[in-house]
């Protein structure tokens, strides 16, 4: 009888490890994956600009590296564009002004490479990997977009966009100077319009080293 007892409590003692075995498992893979989400949930909302929503300038700086050297290694091109927001009285764009643009220019970007960059006070960047130079037709379009929002107010947007060739010299700061200075090309002799320039594929020889 004892020796029966013994082995019923012997038993319901495995039975209750068993349990409590399962359930702290069941407890630690609900941590980890809280915890998991919780880090990437902290690295996004470092990378991100709280007032637009976009990527920080240095997060998305990062981003155009990397694409530019995918660029090269895979003999595909590359645009980057650059919007600049203004008003004509002088007046600062407001927070809500710059959330608003934002949001329209990330309904346009569909593709999972895409990027929105915040690159200024009142500017802000897109980053187009594989792109050709017709890429300037979609320019046109992201540029229609946010006038169409703002008719009725006295914002003025000026759209550079320049699509480049994996050429060897093709890197962050060569896109970023070239989109910088079409841009300030664009804000002197066509304010308020599009302003593309594009390195064609006949100009572009893949036995480079």
């Known amino acids: ?13 495995s039975l209750v490890s068993i349990g409590l075995t399962l359930r702290l498992n069941r407890i630690n893979q ?15 909302v470092s990378r991100t600009d709280t007032a637009t929503g976009a990527l920080k300038y240095s997060a998305f700086y990062d981003l155009l590296s990397s694409e530019c050297r995918r660029a090269v290694r895979e003999f595909t091109p590359l645009t980057l564009m650059k919007l600049d927001v203004r008003h004509l009285s002088g007046e600062e764009p407001s927070d809500a002004e710059r959330y608003q643009v934002s949001e329209i220019l990330k309904q346009r970007l569909s593709r999972p490479g ?23 037709v979609f320019a046109k379009v992201c540029h229609q977009a946010v006038n169409d929002a703002f008719t009725s107010s006295d914002v003025q ?7 480049f060739q994996p050429t060897a010299n093709l890197t962050a700061e060569m896109a970023s100077e070239m989109v910088n200075e079409t841009l300030e090309k664009a804000l002197n002799e066509r304010p308020g319009e599009v302003l593309f320039h594009a390195e064609y594929t006949h100009d572009f020889n893949p036995m480079y080293t």
Do not use: K
């Open 30 to 44: 609900a941590f980890s994956e809280y915890r998991l989400w919780a880090e990437n949930e902290i690295e996004r």
């Open 157 to 163: 947007f000026t759209l550079a966009a320049c699509t």
């Open 1 to 13: 009888m004892i020796q029966t007892l013994f082995i019923v409590l012997s038993v319901l003692l």
């Open 114 to 136: 895409d990027q929105l960059g915040r690159c200024g006070e009142n500017q802000l960047c897109l980053l187009l990997p594989s792109t050709n130079e017709h890429a300037g």
